[in-house]
Structure formats: C-alpha cells, structure tokens
C-alpha cells in the first residue's frame, strides 16, 4: 500500500517524522514523502531531514512562498498532478498549514482516503489562518486522528461521526521522547554561550504577533525589560525577520544587550535549547506542548490556544501581549522551582505507533484500500 505523506512546513516535519518511523516497521507499506516546498531554506527545511532521520522526499513540488491563495493553490495544483502520476492508497497530512489544506482537498475531491493527523484542534480564533485550515481539512478527512479528548468533543460538535475520529495522543511529544537522547549531545549551548538552567527560549512567528509595527513594538519592550532579569535567546522565524526588518525594528532588536539573536534551529539544537531553558516564551502550537511535557514554565504570547490541556495540566499561561503581565508571569516562573513536567493522557511516545495500528486495522483485506 503506498501511503502519501504531504509535509510543507517546520512543524510538518516533526510531526510526519514519527508516523514515518512507525508506518515503515510495518512490511507492505511504501511511505511515500511529497514535499511541497512551503519552507524552503535549509534552517527551516533540510535540516529537520538529517535531524529526525526522514528519507529525502520522494517528490518535490517547490511552491515557495506566496498569499494563502497562491500558495495553497499551487500546492493543489501539484500535489493533483504528483498523486494522479505515482498513486497513492491514502494520503495523510499533518498539522494545519497550507499545505495540509491544499493536501486534504486534493485527496478528498480525488477520493482517496484521507487522514489527518492532530484532528480536532481548536483556538476558536478565525484571526488565525491556522484555524480556518484546521476546520477545512477536518471536514474532509476520512480518518481524524486527535491528540486530546477536548479535540475529539470538537469534532463531534461540529457533527462528525463517532466513528472517524481516533483519540490517539500528540505526536509532538514521541518526537521529543525519541530524540532525548540524541537531542542531549547538541553542542548549540556551548555555541551560542548559554549555560543550562540560566536563559530563558523564545519562538515568535504568528501573523497576528509579528505583522505590525504597534505588536514587534510591543515584543520588543517586554524583551528590554526581561532581558534585566534573565538571558534571552531569540532564535528568529524567517517571517519574523523579514517583519522586523520591514518595520524597521531589527536594530532595536540587536540592540538589546542580554538577548542573543539566532539562526533558526534544527529540531536537535531546539530540544537542547528547551529542555534546559528556566523559561520559554512563544506564540508556537508544539512549543507549547513541548514546554509541558519537559516540565519548562512557558508564557504563550497569545490570547487563546487550542492547546488548552497544556494550560489545565501543563507549564502553559496565556499572557497575550500585555507587557505588565508579561514581566510579571515570568518573574514568578523564575523565582519558583522548574515544576514537574505534565502528565497528560496519552502523551507517552507512542501516538503515532496508535494512528499505524488504526489505518492497519480499517484495510479492507477483501477489496482492497480502507473500509471508510
Ligand atoms: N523548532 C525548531 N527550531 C526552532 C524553533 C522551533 O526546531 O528554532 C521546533 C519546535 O520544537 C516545534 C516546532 O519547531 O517542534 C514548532 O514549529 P513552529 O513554531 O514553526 O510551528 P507551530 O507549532 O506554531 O505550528
């Protein structure tokens, strides 16, 4: 059975990485990777592949950057064009980017069997593109394989059947468990002059948080203000670079003098970074999760996250972009002792193990492909 992965953008690749070790143990399966060039520099793309030990995608469709109509568009085009040539007995996408929109609509419209891997999330927040792609795809895939029991009550309010949707666990977090110990030899500490335990992490690349002057403006200062109190590391997001740049702000940004400013970082530097950070700030949806199951206090940049176990029984807190409670959030984090990491159902490395195991156990052995 040839089953299609389609993979764009940096979380992509964390979250297929799993499902790739899990469905390639299994004889009679061909794990066939499209790439569809959502990301494309090396930092933000070809480095995940050596990290997690994905096979070099077997197609490329090199799309590139563009406005969501475009880009998703193109990938459409594409991605009909690759699957009409090669086949493919199912198509499974990730996430809630661009591509896993474009991917699900192909799939479905083509009719071949669809899964979609972490279902079911919900920020409520239609400000978020992510949102508006999560509800789409959702909408079409045959088998929605959820990471948490909120997502799976999402589903069925948006009147889903029972019995497509498959409570499996966040593979986000295998990622990590399967990693540690790779992820434990990175030399980025001695790189960039960080010691365990003494800086704080930040990831910010959200539209709703880098696009304007008045919102990096507004980052900015909480970060002048953090930095008195802790070392910063900035390992900044492609997008994020550009918007400074644009607004004129990078300088500022340099300017500030406990702050390192890096590279993006490939998955193995990143879980080095995280696991021995006193304190995480971001707007990301897996470094929310990430932070909770390493038991490192995060502050979500954001007003809503569709991550809400991560704020229930997690690290997480939602702290917007108020500067006053930015400080005040983090001050806490830091005088406290790093809390415990989260135990939460179904985070237990094997998520992915559990999405194989359900696809193998709907194949219709009689007529071929899956009973839907
Ligand atoms: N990440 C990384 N390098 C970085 C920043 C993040 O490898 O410099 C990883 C992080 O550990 C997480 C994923 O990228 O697994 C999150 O990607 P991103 O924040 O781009 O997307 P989101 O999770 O918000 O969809």
Redesign the pocket.
Known sequence: MRWVAVVG???N???IAPIYRAAVKHEGIEFFLVHTGQHYDG??SD??FD?LGLPQPDIHLGVGSGTHASQTGRVMVKFEEAVQEHGADLVIVV???NSTLAGALVASKLRIPLAHVEAGFRSYDRDMP?EINRVLTDAVSDFLFTPSEEASSNLLKEGIEKDRIFLVGDV?ID??FANAGKAARSGIGKELGVEKGEYAVL?V??PANVDSHETLSAIIDALRELSCRVRLVF???PRTEKMLSRHGLLEDLRAIRNLIV??????????W??TNARLVL?????????SSALGVPCLTLRDRTERNETVKLGTNVLVGLDGDRIIMEAEKALSGSRPEPARISLWDGKASERIVEALLARRDSDRGGFRL
């Open positions: 953008a940096r979380p690749f964390m979250k930092g933000m480095v995940f990290d996430g809630d980017v992510e986000m990622n990590l990831t690349h959200r390992p900044l997001h890096s590279r993006p970082l490939g998955a193995m530097d990143f879980q970074l995280l971001t707007d990301s949806g897996g470094v929310q999760a990430e």
